[in-house]
């Protein structure tokens, strides 16, 4: 990966003329290095979010600035391994729940995707320790709207788990993601202030993991070369199942 070379202009300035404690910038999706482009004030102009538009982002860490007063005593959880920094933000808003938040859409940060990257590569147990966590901010936050977004990253990293399972043998795995699917199902289904549409999104998704895994590869083409990685080291596995009604 690599930044722009106005990166830090960008979110150092933006913190310091909106008096903000985080500053945010979008990111895209690569797989070759290209040049930088010039930015204009237009480009990095910049909005105040809320919180729960913050932990909806798609952006971890590495795409923002934090003021070192709205960190405290905050530190990554050793014990999630798995979009550790995503979990790192969502502490941050959690313990400083006053914090002035701005972000710009200038996409500043180059993430290069691979074949070989962590996410293609982890091993499935990891996967539980950061669902757990989303479930369990369910509600712990006092902002129903944060709360949903941690719902639906739970599903998503579900579905995730779900789809590498499509050509990984993993009894024990599968086993405990069928019990978690449950929950969040459950969840989904009576959560407040998450429209029908997007209920029945998920729940689809949760239920057709064909429909996932076509929405992935559209997202990553890379997941295409991990697929036949998959099946040329185990030629007699590869299955698509459904989940039953439930």
Not at 92 to 121: E, G, K, M
Not at 141 to 154: H, K, Q, S, T, Y
Not at 187 to 212: Q, W
Request: hydrophobic share 35%; with cysteine.
């Amino acid at each position: 990966d690599w930044v722009h070379r106005q990166y830090f202009d960008v979110l150092l300035s933006n913190i310091r003329e909106q008096n903000a404690q985080v500053s945010i910038c979008s990111y895209k999706m690569i797989d070759q290095v290209t040049d930088d482009t010039e930015l204009s004030s237009a480009d990095i102009a910049c909005r105040v979010i809320t919180h729960a538009q913050l932990a909806e982002k798609d952006i971890p860490s590495w795409g923002r600035l934090y003021h070192r007063d709205s960190i405290g005593n905050t530190r990554f959880d050793r014990s999630i391994t798995l979009a550790e920094d995503t979990v790192f933000n969502l502490e941050v808003i959690r313990r400083h729940p006053q914090l002035r938040l701005i972000c710009c859409d200038a996409q500043i940060y180059n993430y290069f995707t691979r074949q070989d990257s962590l996410v293609h590569t982890l091993p499935n147990k990891e996967f539980a320790p950061l669902i757990r966590y989303y479930l369990g901010c369910i509600r712990c936050f006092g902002d129903r709207d944060v709360e949903n977004v941690c719902l639906i990253r739970a599903c998503k990293t579900m579905f995730l788990w779900r789809y590498r399972t499509m050509f990984q043998k993993d009894p024990e795995g599968n086993a405990l993601l069928r019990q978690l699917l449950k929950q969040a199902r459950t969840e989904l289904r009576k959560a407040d202030g998450i429209s029908i549409k997007n209920k029945a999104f998920y729940l689809t998704l949760a239920h057709f993991p064909i429909v996932y895994r076509l929405l992935r590869i559209i997202s990553d083409p890379t997941m295409l070369g991990w697929e036949k990685q998959q099946r040329q080291k185990d030629r007699s596995f590869c299955r698509i199942f459904i989940l039953p009604p439930g």
